[in-house]
T-cell receptor, first 119, second 110 residues
Framework: GAVVSQHPSWVICKSGTSVKIECRSL??????MFWYRQFPKQSLMLMAT?????????EQGVEKDKFLINHASLTLSTLTVTSAHPEDSSFYIC???????????????FGPGTRLTVL | QKEVEQNSGPLSVPEGAIASLNCTYS??????FFWYRQYSGKSPELIMF????GDKEDGRFTAQLNKASQYVSLLIRDSQPSDSATYLC??????????FGTGTRLKVLA
């Protein structure tokens, strides 16, 4: 149980184009999903918290107009990187929050990640 | 600023030994503590969580929590080369958002 998928797993795009990444919780409903970015040899950096049916909450320093997040249903959140530039190249990882984890802790399950390369 | 600290490593242990990974946190009110394993180029996968003082065992893994000293540790018994990865400690502190440590790189030598 608690499987999260992400699509695509990797994408290469030209500078100035937009890229959409999907995150799905496959076997549980996730009222909250999170989007992280990870640069090589660094830890995960939380970009935003996505709540079903409401606007995302962005972390300080993350441009909400550049990283558009939509949480359309209890199992799907999308991240769109608009007008991507080479500095946006990174590993983007989503997670879905499950409050029904056996043992009681409020737990995040991570998708496999999307590697974005902007040329 | 709430912080979670881990030694970046690498921590090298021989195959079959016990690997001990440590994590300290700054907020005394932190509630839940998680250990994730991340292989190079992959996303984190949950190993286990703990929220009560003491030990919690799951197979070869044991998490230990000491709230008075504000540290949480992960022991890996009978370490295998396949355990070589970065181990991330995550803490929740007042919200359901995680505060991550920078991770400890573990190398298990065959």
């Amino acid at each position: 149980g608690a499987v999260v998928s992400q699509h695509p797993s990797w994408v290469i795009c030209k500078s100035g184009t937009s890229v959409k990444i999907e995150c799905r919780s496959l076997d549980f409903q996730a009222t909250t999903m999170f989007w992280y970015r990870q640069f090589p040899k660094q830890s995960l950096m939380l970009m935003a918290t996505s709540n079903e049916g409401s606007k995302a909450t962005y972390e300080q320093g993350v441009e909400k107009d550049k990283f558009l997040i939509n949480h359309a249903s209890l199992t799907l959140s999308t991240l769109t990187v608009t007008s991507a530039h080479p500095e946006d190249s990174s590993f983007y990882i989503c997670s879905a929050r499950s409050i029904w984890t056996s043992g009681g802790a409020d737990t995040q399950y991570f998708g496999p990640g999307t590697r974005l390369t902007v040329l | 600023q709430k912080e979670v600290e881990q030694n970046s490593g690498p921590l090298s242990v021989p195959e079959g030994a016990i690997a001990s990974l440590n994590c300290t946190y700054s907020d005394r009110g932190s509630q839940s503590f998680f250990w994730y394993r991340q292989y190079s180029g992959k996303s984190p996968e949950l190993i286990m969580f703990i929220y009560s003082n003491g030990d919690k065992e799951d197979g070869r893994f044991t998490a230990q929590l000491n709230k008075a000293s504000q540290y949480v540790s992960l022991l890996i018994r009978d370490s295998q080369p396949s355990d070589s990865a970065t181990y991330l400690c995550a803490v929740t502190s007042g919200t359901y958002k995680y505060i991550f440590g920078t991770g400890t790189r573990l190398k298990v030598l065959a």
